[in-house]
């Protein structure tokens, strides 16, 4: 069975890291699409970043590039996202989520992404 499970949210203050964890069970991270996405209230859940676990390829949104990175640890099968110079707009709950499809870290749309983890709490105070 595949399982996703993100940890590592807190509560920062703005311009503060934060790194969260995916552990993945049930499957080896070899060729996947793994990708951190977040959803904050009212607002539709949006592609943070996603990477491409057989190569290394990544994407990254916009609002976070140069402050976010992904990165994946196969041997532990982990996907990490180490956040710095935090923004209150960051705030949200962010997920991780895994598909079978290797291309969908390319668009990091999270309609192309088949399993989802629980979700941990970032809360960024100004």
């Known amino acids: 069975e595949v399982q996703l499970q993100a940890s590592g949210g807190g509560l920062v203050q703005a311009g503060g890291s934060l790194r969260l964890s995916c552990a993945a069970s049930?499957?080896?991270?070899?060729?996947?699409?793994i990708g951190w996405f977040r959803q904050a209230p009212g607002k539709e859940r949006e592609g943070v970043s996603c990477?491409?676990?057989?190569?290394?390829?990544?994407y990254y949104a916009d609002s976070v590039e140069g402050r976010f990175t992904i990165s994946s640890d196969n041997a532990t099968n982990t996907v990490y996202l180490q956040m710095n110079s935090l923004k209150p707009e960051d705030a949200a709950v962010y997920y991780c989520?895994?598909?079978?499809?290797?291309?969908?870290?390319?668009?990091?749309?999270?309609?192309?992404?088949?399993?989802w983890g629980k979700g941990t709490l970032v809360t960024v105070s100004s």
């Open positions: 989520a895994a598909d079978l499809n290797i291309g969908s870290y390319y668009w990091c749309r999270y309609q192309g992404f088949d399993y």
């Open positions: 049930g499957f080896t991270l070899d060729d996947y699409a």
């Open positions: 990477i491409s676990t057989s190569d290394g390829n990544t």
